[in-house]
């Protein structure tokens, strides 16, 4: 069974939206594809939020509270659990694992980000 973790990413309040993306796609999107054989991970894949109206015409018609929404969306897929317990295991997972929370925390205000693990039930 594939697994995939969301990581919902909220940036750091000294940085604009245009600086958060930048690094976001430049410095650390090139980091998980250079770590991306150790740490077993098959798929990646960065969503930015779009500041339209529809974001809060989606929310009110639902009876959702309407908030400032996220700045973006990290995919990340793997293969199975075990994968990405090996893959962050070891001195080499270990070193992956130091350096990507790092440079996440260089961009991303971790106390207001959320992130999880999901299965996938494709429907459509």
């Known amino acids: 069974m594939s697994v995939k973790l ?9 940085l604009s939206r245009e600086e958060f993306q930048h690094y976001w796609e430049n410095q650390h ?29 989606f929310c009110e018609a639902r009876g959702i509270p309407v908030e400032a929404p996220p700045d973006g969306v990290a995919e990340a897929w793997w293969d199975s659990l075990e994968d990405v317990r090996a893959g962050f295991s070891g001195p080499d997972g270990e070193e ?9 925390g260089k961009f991303c205000d971790f106390a207001t980000s959320r992130a999880f693990w999901t299965a996938q039930r494709p429907i459509i």
């Open 6 to 14: 969301i990581f919902v990413a909220r940036r750091r309040p000294e």
């Open 29 to 57: 999107a090139p980091l998980v594809k250079a770590l991306a054989e150790t740490i077993r991970i098959r798929k990646y894949v960065q969503s930015y939020t779009l500041s339209v109206p529809e974001n809060a015409a």
């Open 96 to 104: 992956a694992a130091r350096r990507l929370i790092e440079d996440e």
